[in-house]
């Protein structure tokens, strides 16, 4: 029963690593999209590209799909994190502690919430040997972004500091309507 | 009723392309080799159904977790849909079926809801599978909707390879819209070797209301099933 069992887990453990960085064919240089070494950019959205070699066309595109989605979520953190430092700091509060826990709060907040309206836009699935190798685009609208950011920055003020409460959310307010003019 | 030579060399165009009837909603239901055309029809039909009442609302549940730490990974996702048996029941007291297509192989019906008189669609005769359409590798860019692609291959059954299309395309079409996303990496790095440890997860549960598949398009030479769904924008 114990060789059984050790034989089972052997097979597993090797039908995995063949299938996660193994023995596999690697992608030719003409086959990977021009997007995927170099995502577009844009001023009011972000985009990330993800990949996954997997066995099933079905699997390697759930793969992809969600590499890309996830570099989209790491890069929100960062964005969010920029975008309310220059928030607090035109507010006089850029240096106070309590000040970066808020802006640390909105940004972890904000990145670990839901991801609205993050689509995949583009996506190729090429045959490597008997894989499927899947590349997906993910674009996210800034504008989300923005809104998100007030949205929990507003709901994080209830908690912050009373004395210091009184934060305008008029910079963070002129970003959405810059952000807004740029997608029309 | 139109009669086909062979399976999936020949669709109906509404299994390929769904038409738009004004003030009724469609949906398509196939089936495979039985006894007899009647048996066939009564599971094409059931499957029809099914399709409409989770055209009007269904509620999905996706999860998908991977864990990699550079030789390893582990993928698992989810899925997980519930639909209502009050609004099966109601379509299937309040539907009629408006075209069918027949092959050997292969049963095909399309059902309209609620029931009523409606024109049998011009052209819908048998045709043989247009050219690679362009939502595969682009999803269509209309602000009024959100869309959704499903994919899959080498399947055995046509079936089951059809009804796993349309449920990837509904299942995308909800991360489209929102879904959670969450992850951890680390990395250790030895005298020799860097190793990249990633956790990833992302979630969602949504009911959705009005997702339909739109387009369908089967890839003959390299035996893999596309399926578009779509959903107005809210």
């Known amino acids: ?184 | 009723m139109i009669n086909l030579t062979s399976a999936q060399e020949f669709t109906p165009s509404w299994f390929e392309q769904l038409p738009e009837i004004p003030g009724a909603r469609l949906a398509v239901g196939y089936s495979g080799k039985y006894v007899n055309y009647n048996q066939a029809k009564a599971a094409a039909l059931e499957l029809a159904r099914k399709n409409m009442t989770k055209q009007i609302s269904v509620r999905l549940v996706f999860d998908l977790e991977e864990l990699s730490d550079g030789r390893l990974c582990l993928l698992n996702p989810s899925f997980k849909e519930f639909i209502s048996g009050g609004i099966l029941q109601t379509v299937a007291n309040n539907s009629v079926v408006i075209d069918s297509a027949i092959t050997e192989d292969d049963y095909f019906v399309l059902l309209a809801y609620p029931a009523g008189e409606y024109q049998l669609i011009p052209g819908a005769g048998d045709k043989t599978w247009g050219i690679r359409p362009d939502w595969i590798e682009n999803l269509p860019n209309d602000k009024g909707y959100v869309f959704g692609v499903g994919m899959v291959a080498r399947y055995r059954s046509w079936i089951r390879a059809w009804y796993d299309a349309d449920e990837y395309a509904r299942f995308d079409l909800g991360k489209n819209l929102q879904i959670k996303a969450e992850s951890v990496q680390a990395s250790r790095r030895d005298n020799r070797t860097t190793i990249e440890s990633v956790i990833l997860k992302q979630t969602y549960d949504l009911t959705l209301k009005d997702v339909t598949i739109v387009a369908r398009w089967f890839d003959i030479e390299n035996n893999a099933y596309y399926s578009l769904s779509r959903a107005p924008r809210q």
Not at chain 1, 21 to 35: H, L, Q, R, S, Y
Not at chain 1, 63 to 83: C, G, H, S, W, Y
Request: aromatic share 6%; charged share 30%.
């Open chain 1, 1 to 184: 029963m114990k060789k059984l069992l050790l034989f089972v887990l052997l097979i597993t453990v090797a039908l995995f690593t063949v299938n996660c960085g193994g023995k596999k064919p690697k992608a030719k240089m003409e086959d990977i999209p021009e997007w995927y070494l170099n995502p577009p950019q844009a001023e009011d959205a972000i985009y990330q590209a993800g990949d996954a070699v997997k066995t099933s066309m079905a699997l390697a595109k759930d793969a992809a799909d969600a590499r890309a989605r996830d570099a989209i979520a790491r890069t929100l953190e960062l964005k969010v994190t920029n975008m309310m430092k220059d928030f607090m700091q035109q507010s006089g509060l850029g240096e106070d502690s309590e000040a970066l826990e808020f802006t640390s709060n909105v940004s972890k907040q904000v990145a670990s919430t839901v991801l609205r309206g993050c689509q995949i836009v583009k996506r190729e699935m090429k045959t490597e040997g008997a894989n499927y190798h899947g590349y997906s685009l993910a674009e996210y609208n800034l504008n989300s972004l923005v809104q998100e950011t007030l949205n929990e920055a507003r709901k994080q003020k209830a908690l912050y500091n009373e004395a210091k409460a009184n934060l305008s959310f008029e910079e963070l307010e002129r970003e959405i309507d810059k952000l807004k003019q740029v997608g029309e």
